[in-house]
């Protein structure tokens, strides 16, 4: 593969994960943690930008997604992807993605309420360009995502070198701990799962310009994880210095969205303005490009429904949801997300340190990594609960006396690392039993 190639690839994969909400995040995280936004921010860059990142090598040294859970039983594995990708895809994040870049790129200039003509100019622009999967690179690796990254180094050197304010105290959870809170909001971002679903945009990508090597798959792979991952570092940085000097600009703002709005509108005036719901719109319409793509090879790899029908029916609920209850749709799919999350990374972390579990000629039943996705359920369940504000005052205390992590909505880790070990340890024993008995 060319450099010119890989480095395509790489910005494609940074503006696939690049939505509205990876913009509001850090913003808003900074400006709370004040003077200690960098030491937040760090621990912000682990899990929002770390666990992506090796997501995306393990997919890569598997070199197919769906090897993931292909040694899960049949059925928890067909689950397993349809909730990812139907959450990822028109029951959730899609819907929300047209949604906010209406918010942030129209409605400031557009008084009326114009969000089903938007969102259905919007779903067809997105399934325009998602029809032609080939030429995706052509599209966003070349083209939209240097454009993106242009308008958002403007906005920044404008506040490098007239910053709107400087850090203020840090509010009490960034006094007490900034890196595990940075951790605790990198994590809430849900980008590993979205790593799971681009797996297969990006992997397919790679195999279109005429790579068929596993080893090379993995190779590029790790090299297109890399760029991915210094790019939205960067940009992680980039937005939270704007939150930590929003002191002036944008005191006690509720979201991040807010702080970026008032920041850029201080800097350029109207012109500023103009400037965010550009990005904003660049930035969900790669995503939503992604996760269309993202879905219609799942759907055409699994059950040969062809890539332009998926496509189609994905805009066309998209559409619907977009203009019909989606508040509703986001408190039934919500929790989904959060449970399959625990489930993704838990996932990766077992083939990580139990590789022989993964067969790359045919399916292989592990029941190591089946208990691991149960235990990953069954406590990734209490986190949602407990994210949801639905567990009862009485219960929460004694799982926050009891429960290991629970607080950083990470009670499901502690338990599949046991399972993990303990898993290794039996196998070990096993071969070593083996090896004796055949000598």
């Known amino acids: 593969m060319k450099r010119r190639e890989l480095a395509a690839i790489g910005f494609m994969t940074f503006a696939l994960f690049l939505g509205a909400g990876n913009l509001i995040f850090p913003p808003m995280m900074a400006q709370q943690a004040g003077?200690?936004?960098?030491?937040?921010?760090?621990?912000?860059?682990l899990t929002a930008v770390g666990l992506p990142a090796l997501t995306l090598i393990v997919l890569g040294r598997l070199s197919s997604a769906d090897k993931l859970t292909a040694s899960l039983p049949h059925w928890m594995d067909r689950t397993f992807w349809f909730l990812v990708l139907t959450t990822l895809g028109p029951a959730f994040v899609l819907p929300r993605a047209v949604t906010v870049a209406y918010e942030m790129g129209i409605k400031p200039f557009y008084q009326g309420n114009g969000l089903m003509l938007f969102s259905v100019l919007f779903c067809l622009l997105t399934l325009i360009l998602a029809l032609k999967p080939g030429k995706l690179v052509s599209y966003i690796g070349k083209v939209m995502t240097p454009a993106l990254?242009?308008?958002?180094?403007?906005?920044?050197?404008?506040?490098?070198i007239n910053p709107l304010g400087s850090p203020t105290d840090a509010?009490?959870?960034?006094?007490?701990?900034?890196?595990?809170?940075?951790?605790?909001q990198g994590y809430m971002t849900l980008d590993a799962i979205a790593a799971v679903a681009f797996g297969w945009v990006i992997i397919q990508t790679i195999r279109g310009t005429g790579i068929s090597c596993n080893k090379a798959i993995s190779y590029y792979t790790l090299r297109i994880a890399g760029i991915y991952a210094l790019l939205m570092s960067l940009c992680y940085l980039a937005m939270g210095y704007l939150g930590a000097t929003s002191s002036s600009i944008a005191p006690n703002s509720t979201n991040g969205g807010e702080i970026l709005t008032r920041y850029a509108a201080?800097?350029?005036?109207?012109?500023?303005?103009?400037?965010?719901?550009?990005?904003?719109l660049m930035a969900c319409l790669t995503t939503t490009i992604g996760l269309t793509n993202a879905n219609g090879e799942y759907y055409k790899n699994t059950y040969n429904v062809p890539f332009k029908i998926s496509?189609?029916?994905?805009?066309?609920?998209?559409?619907?949801?977009?203009?019909?209850?989606?508040?509703?749709?986001?408190?039934?799919?919500?929790?989904?997300?959060?449970?399959?999350?625990?489930?993704?990374?838990?996932l990766i972390i077992a083939i990580i340190f139990m590789p022989n579990t993964v067969s790359n000629e045919k399916r292989k039943f592990?029941?190591?990594q089946t208990l691991i996705v149960i235990i990953a359920t069954l406590f990734g369940s209490i986190d949602a609960l407990n994210i949801l504000g639905k567990i009862p005052s009485a219960i929460h205390q004694d799982l926050t006396a009891w429960l290991p992590l629970f607080n950083a909505h990470a009670s499901w880790l502690l338990p599949v690392l046991v399972t993990i070990f303990s898993s290794k340890v039996i196998h070990i024993i096993q071969r070593n039993r083996n090896a004796v008995a055949t000598c």
């Open 266 to 280: 201080g800097e350029f005036g109207t012109f500023g303005q103009i400037l965010l719901a550009t990005i904003t």
């Open 366 to 368: 592990s029941m190591s």
């Open 311 to 346: 496509a189609v029916v994905i805009m066309s609920l998209t559409t619907i949801i977009s203009n019909v209850g989606l508040e509703t749709i986001i408190e039934v799919s919500l929790p989904a997300i959060l449970i399959l999350c625990p489930i993704a990374v838990s």
């Open 149 to 160: 990254i242009v308008m958002l180094a403007l906005l920044v050197i404008a506040a490098l």
């Open 35 to 45: 003077e200690n936004w960098l030491i937040a921010i760090v621990g912000f860059l």
């Open 171 to 184: 509010n009490a959870i960034y006094k007490a701990a900034p890196t595990v809170n940075g951790m605790i």
